[in-house]
Structures are given as C-alpha cells and as structure tokens.
C-alpha cells in the first residue's frame, strides 16, 4: 500500500484505487438503502434491507479483500452476501458504507434481518404460531424453546455462515409489518 508524503495525494484506498466504492457502482447500488438521516455527501451511510438481487450485484463488485472482511467476529462479508443471494426473500443485510475521501473506503456488513422461512426450511420451525413465549421457535411437535445458542447454531447452519462465525452480540425476535405475523430475527455484530 502506498504511503501519503507531504503534498502528494494516496495512490491506494483500503482495497483499491481512491474512490473505488463510487466508479465500481457500489455507491450507486447502495444509494436505495442508505439511512437518508446521514448528512448528504459523507463518508459513512449505514444501509439497511439488502436483498438477494442487491447482493448478488455486490458480489460482482467488491474487491476480493472487502469479500474477506469480517465485522467483529461475525461471517465473512461473501458468506453474508451469499445467504441474502440463497435465501432471497428472506435474508435483508445492513451495514454501513465508508466513501471517499477516506482511505478505508469499504462496504461493512454487520447485521442482518432473517425471516423464519430460513429455519422453515431446515425442519425445526413449528411454522406459524411455533414460538415460545420467550420469542424462540420450538422444537417440532413441543412447546420447548429452542434456546439462544441452539437458535443462532440453527441459523448458523441455514445460513451456511462457517463455524468460525462467533455468536452476535445480538439476537432479538420481532415481527415485521407484511408478513402474515411470522417472526423474524435481528442478529448484529458489534
């Protein structure tokens, strides 16, 4: 990486030439979901809801360096674009955009919303109306929570996140507008 001198402008950003998160079209493709409450023209704007065709686009985009990118202990930025690409639908990705002028320009994921259609799949969500009062699906055919950890193994798991992945720092249910009443999952890396 080339060094700044006195007068002399920086040849390379974190992962490429300066400004790279703009000529490549990941600004562009980001500019939907940014947090329009961040001050026009900075150089971080969080985004939110990142779904399958956003994120297979930004597989094609980013630099191979960003791909590998892991945002305290959480997956890979690739595994994470990855499971929004396979669980269409039902995966939305958030995280924040660095920009120029900075030299750490970069896209960061650090959270994400999964739907229950992920663990529908994978057998052990009771379907509608399969949760705890704790907020937790239970195992099939029980009224027995799955618990945390078993939770977050589960989701682990569908969304093929890689046994390096450390638990989040958060895993909260809730149930989102315009889904019937099923329960979804916020998981964030701090």
Same mark, same amino acid.
Do not use: I, K
């Given at each position: 990486?080339?060094?700044?001198?006195?007068?002399?402008?920086?040849?390379?950003?974190l992962?490429?030439?300066p400004g790279? &998160?703009r000529?490549?079209?990941v600004s562009?493709?980001? *500019?939907?979901?940014?947090?329009? *409450?961040d001050?026009? *023209?900075?150089s971080?704007?969080?985004?939110a809801?990142?779904?399958?065709?956003?994120a297979r686009a930004l597989?094609?985009l980013l630099?191979?360096? $960003?791909l590998a990118?892991?945002? $305290?202990g959480?997956?890979?930025?690739?595994?994470?674009?990855?499971?929004a690409?396979r669980? &269409? *639908?039902?995966v939305?990705l958030?995280g924040?955009?660095?920009s120029p002028p900075?030299?750490d320009?970069?896209v960061?994921?650090?959270g994400m919303?999964v739907h229950?259609g992920?663990?529908?799949?994978?057998?052990t969500?009771a379907?509608?109306?399969g949760?705890?009062?704790?907020?937790?699906?239970v195992?099939?055919g029980?009224?027995t929570s799955?618990?945390?950890?078993?939770?977050?193994?589960?989701?682990?798991?569908?969304?093929d996140?890689?046994?390096?992945t450390?638990?989040p720092?958060?895993l909260?249910p809730?149930l989102?507008?315009?889904?019937?009443?099923?329960?979804?999952w916020?998981?964030?890396w701090d």
């Amino acid at each position: 990486m080339a060094t700044r001198t006195q007068g002399q402008a920086r040849r390379e950003s974190l992962h490429g030439a300066p400004g790279w &998160t703009r000529e490549s079209g990941v600004s562009a493709l980001l *500019g939907p979901h940014l947090d329009h *409450g961040d001050a026009g *023209g900075s150089s971080f704007a969080r985004f939110a809801g990142v779904g399958g065709e956003a994120a297979r686009a930004l597989l094609g985009l980013l630099p191979e360096g $960003n791909l590998a990118e892991r945002q $305290n202990g959480g997956p890979p930025c690739r595994d994470m674009l990855r499971a929004a690409v396979r669980w &269409t *639908g039902e995966v939305e990705l958030s995280g924040y955009l660095v920009s120029p002028p900075r030299w750490d320009e970069r896209v960061s994921l650090d959270g994400m919303v999964v739907h229950s259609g992920v663990l529908g799949a994978g057998g052990t969500h009771a379907g509608a109306g399969g949760h705890a009062a704790d907020g937790l699906p239970v195992v099939r055919g029980s009224s027995t929570s799955l618990g945390r950890s078993r939770l977050w193994e589960e989701l682990r798991c569908a969304l093929d996140l890689g046994a390096a992945t450390q638990d989040p720092d958060e895993l909260l249910p809730f149930l989102p507008e315009g889904r019937g009443g099923r329960l979804s999952w916020w998981v964030w890396w701090d």
